[in-house]
């Protein structure tokens, strides 16, 4: 429970956040995900054994890449947290948001859902200030095994930002994901960004590739 508090609404931040590499000016869109809509095209390594009805597992404890923080290899998940080393950053701690973990939605219209899993990184600081990076991790359940989809990374980090943006509210649709991103304004304090944009990932050719941002407010 000790990183429910510095999360809700970011109000135990403080300080300067350490933050990845920026993007100067507005919001800019980002680039592609792979995605596989039939597993037999792409060899992918199991994440471990799955129910077929992926509400069932525990994502506290589960498999799970985070390469939208620079980490390699899949970690794994103990009570809602894995320690890793980042390309990026160094030793970092990857954490299965305690506010919200999961969403599901049936991207592939195979009839059955698929997770989401609502990751962030931290440099073990355990505050607001302390994120790096936050990402969702698409998987699905393919012959018993969870596999990997493909993972949704931020796409709108200003290079004036205090906080590096967050994501939220997937909408999944047949061949589809919209993403709300939250977003830094210069002026905006660690609690409450005030930028919002728009990005819906298609299924398209095999991959799972973004539309161009759309800034909402």
């Known amino acids: ?127 607001a200030s302390s994120q790096l990076a936050f990402g969702l991790v698409v998987v699905r359940s393919a012959k018993g095994a969870l596999e990997l989809i493909g993972e949704i990374s931020t796409t709108t980090m200003r290079d004036d930002a205090p906080h590096v943006p967050l994501l939220a509210q997937p909408k999944f649709e047949k061949g589809a994901i919209t993403v709300r991103e939250l977003w830094y304004r210069p002026s905006d304090v660690n609690c409450c960004p005030t930028g919002a944009s728009l990005t819906r990932w298609w299924v398209r050719d095999g991959t799972l590739k973004a539309d161009p941002a759309v800034q909402v407010s």
């Not at 609404?9 to 300080?15: E, K, P």
């Not at 597992?57 to 320690?83: M, Y």
């Not at 973990?101 to 355990?126: I, K, P, Q, S, T």
């Open 1 to 127: 429970m000790r990183r429910v508090l510095p999360f809700l609404l970011l109000l135990a931040a403080c300080g300067d956040p350490s933050t990845g590499p920026k993007i100067t000016g507005a919001p800019q869109p980002g680039g592609t995900v792979v995605v596989t809509t039939k597993p037999s095209e792409v060899a992918r390594p199991s994440l471990g054994p799955a129910p077929d009805n992926l509400h069932g597992v525990d994502w506290l404890r589960a498999t799970l890449p985070a390469k939208f923080c620079g980490v390699e290899e899949p970690v794994q998940i103990e009570d809602g947290s894995a320690k890793a080393t980042s390309t990026t950053w160094g030793e970092v701690e990857v954490v299965v948001n305690p506010v919200k973990a999961v969403w599901f939605g049936d991207v592939d219209a195979d009839g059955r859902d698929e997770a989401a899993v609502n990751l962030y990184c931290e440099n073990g600081g355990h505050t």
